[in-house]
């Protein structure tokens, strides 16, 4: 390239970049006016249903303002347009609080289910909804926020049957007294081998779970432990089933459930939530042992 061929490149340059940025502008405009319409749109007619979506295209906007070039008068006109929407959006947010929550009572009680509590936290038995407006979700916890069960949009009705499913999952299940209790103690005795322990010892809840979801399982997995041929059980089922659990005593032995110290809800691994009522009373659990009586 001779010196001249250099000398009209350069000189290209600067217009290539105005250019470039023209166009860029031209875009976020064009983002921004079709966020606008749609804001409009979802304002026409019962914005408290449509909070999630308006939030996304007011985020959607500021974002755009953030990074153009655009002269401040169009900049100012555009926080014009949607700061009535922002100021009213508590407004929205309120009702749609209160409209979701007068449809999932009503859908709850189509399925013997009774709600309580105050957002964005509602319960149901040893269950916690939680009810996330900003991201049009709702996620179904065991216990206070302890255990995530399910998730799904902000409908009441689904809210519902997924609640009502996981619900019939964890408490549909048969529990044999006396088998439940036999497995635990063997459970108990192994963890307490494996860790050097005496019978009587305190052992990590944690430890015993992974025992005796070993314990339980049949013939197939263990002659090919693969994934299909594992029966299912985890911390719910083990903290619902220690729950149910009426009896105490195995071969001169009492189960004893430890009560968890600060020290052990750090992590959480470290303890286990149990219910004590089905209104969602409970206590964490660190350890478990047995003690000859």
């Given at each position: 390239?001779?010196?001249?061929?250099?000398?009209?490149?350069?000189?290209?340059?600067?217009?290539?970049?105005?250019?470039?940025?023209?166009?860029?502008?031209?875009?976020?405009?064009?983002?921004?006016?079709?966020?606008?319409?749609?804001?409009?749109?979802?304002?026409?007619?019962?914005?408290?249903?449509?909070?999630?979506?308006?939030?996304?295209?007011?985020?959607?906007?500021?974002?755009?303002?953030?990074?153009?070039?655009?002269?401040?008068?169009?900049?100012?006109?555009?926080?014009?347009?949607?700061?009535?929407?922002?100021?009213?959006?508590?407004?929205?947010?309120?009702?749609?609080?209160?409209?979701?929550?007068?449809?999932?009572?009503?859908?709850?009680?189509?399925?013997?289910?009774?709600?309580?509590?105050?957002?964005?936290?509602?319960k149901v038995m040893f269950y916690t909804l939680e009810v996330k407006l900003e991201n049009d979700s709702v996620v179904i916890w065991y216990g206070p926020e302890q255990e995530r069960l399910d998730a799904c949009k902000l409908i009441p009705e689904?809210?519902?049957?997924?609640?009502?499913?996981?619900?019939?999952?964890?408490?549909?299940?048969?529990?044999?007294?006396?088998?439940?209790?036999?497995?635990?103690?063997?459970?108990?005795?192994?963890?307490a081998h494996r860790s050097k322990k005496e019978i009587g010892d305190s052992l990590p809840v944690s430890d015993i779970l992974l025992e005796y979801a070993l314990l339980i399982q049949n013939k197939k997995f263990r002659t090919n432990p693969v994934k299909s041929s594992y029966r299912e059980y985890g911390r719910v089922f083990f903290s619902y089933d220690l729950y149910r659990l009426k009896e105490r005593m195995v071969d001169d032995h009492e189960l004893s459930l430890v009560t968890a110290t600060r020290a052990y809800t750090r992590r959480r691994a470290g303890f286990l939530w149990v219910p004590s009522s089905e209104r969602g009373d409970g206590t964490y659990i660190s350890h478990i042992r047995f003690r000859e009586v």
């Amino acid at each position: 390239m001779d010196a001249n061929e250099l000398g009209e490149t350069s000189a290209m340059e600067p217009a290539f970049d105005f250019l470039r940025t023209l166009s860029r502008e031209e875009a976020n405009l064009r983002n921004i006016r079709k966020a606008i319409r749609a804001i409009e749109r979802y304002t026409e007619n019962e914005p408290s249903s449509n909070i999630y979506k308006i939030k996304q295209e007011i985020a959607r906007i500021e974002k755009i303002l953030k990074q153009t070039r655009l002269a401040d008068f169009v900049e100012e006109d555009v926080e014009q347009r949607i700061q009535p929407v922002k100021s009213t959006m508590p407004e929205w947010e309120e009702q749609a609080q209160k409209s979701f929550g007068r449809r999932l009572e009503d859908a709850l009680k189509q399925v013997d289910f009774e709600l309580s509590g105050h957002y964005p936290l509602l319960k149901v038995m040893f269950y916690t909804l939680e009810v996330k407006l900003e991201n049009d979700s709702v996620v179904i916890w065991y216990g206070p926020e302890q255990e995530r069960l399910d998730a799904c949009k902000l409908i009441p009705e689904v809210a519902a049957k997924k609640l009502e499913a996981s619900h019939r999952k964890i408490t549909g299940r048969d529990l044999d007294d006396e088998a439940f209790l036999s497995n635990l103690y063997d459970a108990y005795k192994i963890a307490a081998h494996r860790s050097k322990k005496e019978i009587g010892d305190s052992l990590p809840v944690s430890d015993i779970l992974l025992e005796y979801a070993l314990l339980i399982q049949n013939k197939k997995f263990r002659t090919n432990p693969v994934k299909s041929s594992y029966r299912e059980y985890g911390r719910v089922f083990f903290s619902y089933d220690l729950y149910r659990l009426k009896e105490r005593m195995v071969d001169d032995h009492e189960l004893s459930l430890v009560t968890a110290t600060r020290a052990y809800t750090r992590r959480r691994a470290g303890f286990l939530w149990v219910p004590s009522s089905e209104r969602g009373d409970g206590t964490y659990i660190s350890h478990i042992r047995f003690r000859e009586v």
